[in-house]
Nanobody, 122 residues
Framework: QVQLVETGGGLVQAGDSLRLSCVFS????????MTWFRQVPGELREFVAG????????GYANSVKGRFTVSRDNAKNTVILQMDSLKPEDTDVYYC???????????????WGQGTQVTVSS
């Protein structure tokens, strides 16, 4: 069974940076694409960034393009979301998710982490 554990959330000011990590266990990490979503309670979970199994392909939501960077370390079974130039509207719970292939819809994913809160003050 795949397990995902996110860490790295917190409270920062606008313009600051945060680095989220997601550790994968239970299967072969290199066989799975990794994706980050975010959600405000009561709203739909939205795609943020994704990375292919070998790390050679990445994709981003327009709202974070140029500010966020997704990467993975297959030796450490970890995916990283580096978030720079944070804005108050980036305040959300951030989730990592995994599936054999990348997708931008929540229905594409069976395995999810528990989420980590990111709060950006103005």
């Amino acid at each position: 069974q795949v397990q995902l554990v996110e860490t790295g959330g917190g409270l920062v000011q606008a313009g600051d940076s945060l680095r989220l990590s997601c550790v994968f266990s239970g299967r072969s990490f290199s066989s799975y694409a990794m994706t980050w979503f975010r959600q405000v309670p009561g709203e739909l979970r939205e795609f943020v960034a994704g990375i292919s199994r070998d790390g050679g392909s990445t994709g981003y939501a327009n709202s974070v393009k140029g500010r966020f960077t997704v990467s993975r370390d297959n030796a450490k079974n970890t995916v990283i979301l580096q978030m720079d130039s944070l804005k108050p509207e980036d305040t959300d719970v951030y989730y990592c998710a995994t599936a054999p292939y990348t997708g931008t819809l929540t229905g594409d994913y069976k395995y999810w982490g528990q989420g980590t809160q990111v709060t950006v003050s103005s």
